[in-house]
């Protein structure tokens, strides 16, 4: 039986999965998350009352947060791009700048992009500034570590990277990764090059129209 992931195509944490997922072209099957089958959703929010996606069912076991995703899937159905290293050091490494680019690249870019869509008076000026200042504060230090780096850590593509991608995929559209910041910018293009965020980016143009500040024209 096949790995069965709870998924949009146009969500930022899916495509962190689905990356990982395309790396190593392993086999799963998707319960879209849409309005075409409400039953999806409903399903999603009984297993996970939280009600954040993906999640990953693979037979009796259920795998939540798209880190923990990423590191089963490297357990339970390896394949020839190891996304967490053997090396417990490096591993660590990589497990360090994957929470990097939750914590502090998605996590504010979200911020930023909810309070759009809330009604006007619910909005939070105050916190949107510490979202962007957060942004930038994450844009230059993540730009010295990309200085002298093709990956985020351990010198090669690995969860780090799949965690990256969409992060700085959406937080480009949402808070300008500024010129000052050339290497942050390099690594973006970069991560958009591979083949396996590439697909997920194409899978996802779809849904631009929907993306609550206005998606650019590019990318
Ligand atoms: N920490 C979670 C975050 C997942 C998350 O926030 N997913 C978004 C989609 S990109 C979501 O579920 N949004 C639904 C909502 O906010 O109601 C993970 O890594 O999987």
Redesign the pocket.
């Known amino acids: 039986m096949r790995p069965v992931l709870y998924s949009h195509p146009f969500?930022?944490?899916?495509q962190k999965v689905l990356t990982a997922l395309y790396e190593n072209g392993t086999d799963f099957d998707t319960r879209m998350l849409g309005p075409e089958d409400p039953s999806a959703y409903q399903d999603l929010c009984s297993m996970w009352p939280v009600?954040?996606?993906?999640i990953l069912i693979d037979g009796e076991k259920r795998v939540?947060?798209?880190?923990i995703v990423i590191e089963y899937l490297d357990q339970h159905y390896p394949g020839p791009v190891k996304l967490i290293p053997d090396d417990a050091d490096t591993a660590l490494d990589v497990r360090m700048m994957d929470r990097f680019f939750?914590n502090y690249v998605s996590i504010p870019q979200?911020k930023v992009v909810f309070n759009a869509i809330r009604p006007e008076e619910n909005r939070d000026p105050y916190g949107v500034q510490e979202a962007r200042d957060m942004l930038d504060a994450a844009y230059g230090w993540l730009d010295q570590r990309m200085a002298d780096r093709e990956w985020a850590a351990g010198g090669a593509f690995s969860l780090a990277d799949c965690a990256a991608a969409p992060a700085l995929f959406y937080a480009d559209w949402t808070h300008r990764i500024g010129e000052q910041f050339a290497h942050v910018r390099a690594y973006r293009n970069r991560l958009l090059a591979r083949p396996s965020f590439a697909r997920a980016v194409d899978e996802a143009r779809p849904y631009r129209p929907f993306f609550p500040l206005g998606a650019p024209d590019r990318d």
């Open positions: 969500s930022s944490y899916c009600k954040r996606f993906p939540f947060e798209s880190s939750d979200q």
